[in-house]
């Protein structure tokens, strides 16, 4: 069965910090996605990535990174010089490839509280 | 360009009264979602329809839940005889896909309350 799991529930870090939420996944296929989606205190999922299973490459946007090790079935992300701002929830996604539905299997998020 | 939008954004009910909410998606994507949020957790799917067709539905979604999409575009999620462990947020999301690839845009959400 696919699931993802981010045993990190809550962190706290002082304002530009480096921090680095972990996701690990599980799947029997091998083709699938995954995605990182912020949850502000408004709601609204906010999409933040998405990489596919064939690339491995890791992928820097600004002050954010993500690290995808398929060997250890992780993609993690980190943000560098944590702001204010990035206080959120945020959440690691499974899609699941084969079955073409497009719907998102997510983790359990991680609380991230970033202090001034 | 509008996103996802999701009214009411509160709702209190009392238990067992019926609660509808509507989602307008993105105006050009053919593929809608309907999520549950609980507190503490990670959303979980419900329901989706492609155009007008609701082709999944999750075991989540007991006999209580409808959920329509009738001229494939807003939709509607109706709870009958709601019951305290309805209370939660229900989010939609859209998306314009057919492989599975691409992100889901989701809207802010109604929160639902059971008394």
């Known amino acids: 069965a696919q699931k993802v799991t981010q045993a990190q529930t809550e962190i706290s870090v002082v304002e530009k910090e480096d921090v680095t939420l972990d996701c690990v996944y599980e799947?029997?296929?091998?083709?699938?996605?995954l995605f990182w989606y912020k949850q502000p205190p408004s709601g609204e999922l906010v999409f933040l990535i998405r990489?596919?299973?064939?690339?491995?490459q890791n992928e820097i946007s600004g002050r954010y990174s993500w690290n995808f090790q398929k060997s250890t079935s992780s993609f993690n992300f980190t943000i560098t010089a944590s702001q204010v701002v990035d206080s959120a929830v945020y959440f690691c996604a499974l899609s699941e490839f084969p079955s073409n539905t497009g719907k998102l299997i997510f983790g359990q998020g991680t609380t991230l509280q970033v202090k001034p | 360009d509008t996103g996802v939008s999701q009214n009411p954004r509160h709702k209190i009910t009392k238990r067992g009264q019926n609660v509808t909410f509507r989602c307008d998606p993105i105006?050009?994507?053919?593929?809608l979602y309907w999520y549950r949020q609980t507190l503490g957790q990670g959303p979980e799917f419900l329901t989706y329809f492609q155009n007008e067709a609701q082709l999944e539905k999750s075991r989540l979604l007991s006999d209580r839940f409808s959920a329509e999409r009738p001229k494939g575009s807003f939709s509607t999620l109706e709870i009958q005889r709601t019951e305290q462990g309805d209370s939660a947020m229900y989010l939609c999301?859209?998306?314009?896909?057919?492989?599975?690839?691409?992100?889901?845009?989701f809207g802010e959400g109604s929160r639902l309350t059971v008394l």
């Open positions: 799947t029997r296929d091998t083709t699938y996605y």
């Open positions: 105006s050009e994507h053919n593929r």
């Open positions: 990489r596919n299973s064939f690339d491995e």
């Open positions: 999301a859209s998306s314009f896909d057919g492989t599975g690839s691409r992100e889901l845009f």
